[in-house]
């Protein structure tokens, strides 16, 4: 089963832009990237997804790789609400399984 | 609209007890997905219901089983409760359940076995 890896933590300043990267290098074909963030004591909350194309929203893009085996998630402008830990999770079309990853702790620092 | 609401929020059990949990899903929303969070394993999928009827399943045993009524609302149970079960339980919906879709998550139900 093809799964992500991201790192643990990462370090932003408040105003700045945040690449939070993933590597899903044994991707299938059909599975869509997608994104979503947990702030403490709530359920996560979607961000974006994708599946081959670079896509954009009001709340950030996210940047495949053409080959697929990795993307990045863009935050343009980092806020203190930006803290969170982010997932990078795998949706396959067969079966709509779901793989997650162990997420990325994103510390915002004002 | 509302948003996915699972009840209780909070639960404490004894080892070998039973727990049923509730997930009301946003309303439209035909599909009803559960998931386990631990410090340990972190999110793990456990199943997904669709029109009534248990469309996938993740690597758990049968003692964590569920259902889906008419209306969409889903429940899940675990029997013969272990320490190992204490997590966060969270329940997400979402139009058909494609892969293409958003997700909506509830907040959880905090179990704590004792």
């Known amino acids: 089963d093809a799964k992500t890896t991201q790192p643990n933590s990462m370090e932003s300043n408040e105003e700045e832009p945040v690449h939070l990267p993933c590597n899903h290098s044994t991707i299938s074909g059909t599975d869509y990237i997608h994104w979503y963030r947990q702030l403490p004591s709530q359920g996560p909350e979607y961000v974006i997804h994708g599946l081959t194309s670079n896509v954009n929203n009001r709340m950030a893009s996210l940047a495949i790789a053409e080959d697929r085996k990795s993307s990045t998630l863009i935050l343009h402008r980092a806020t203190l609400r930006d803290a969170a830990v982010y997932y990078c999770?795998?949706?396959?079309?067969?079966?709509?399984?779901?793989?997650f990853g162990a997420g990325t702790r994103l510390t915002v620092k004002p | 609209k509302a948003g996915v609401t699972q009840t209780p929020r909070y639960l404490i059990k004894t080892r070998g007890q039973q727990v049923t949990l509730s997930c009301s899903p946003i309303s439209g929303h035909r599909s009803v997905s559960w998931y386990q969070q631990t410090p340990g394993q972190g999110l793990q999928f456990l199943f997904e219901y669709f029109s009534e009827t248990q469309r996938n399943k993740g690597n758990f045993p049968g003692r964590f089983s569920g259902r889906q009524f008419s209306n969409s609302r889903s429940e899940m149970n675990v029997s013969t409760l272990e320490l190992g079960d204490s997590a966060l339980y969270l329940c997400?919906?979402?139009?058909?359940?494609?892969?293409?879709?958003?997700?909506?998550f509830g907040s959880g139900t905090q179990l704590s076995v004792l």
């Open positions: 997400a919906s979402s139009l058909e359940g494609r892969a293409n879709e958003k997700l909506f």
């Open positions: 999770i795998l949706r396959a079309q067969n079966n709509n399984d779901m793989r």
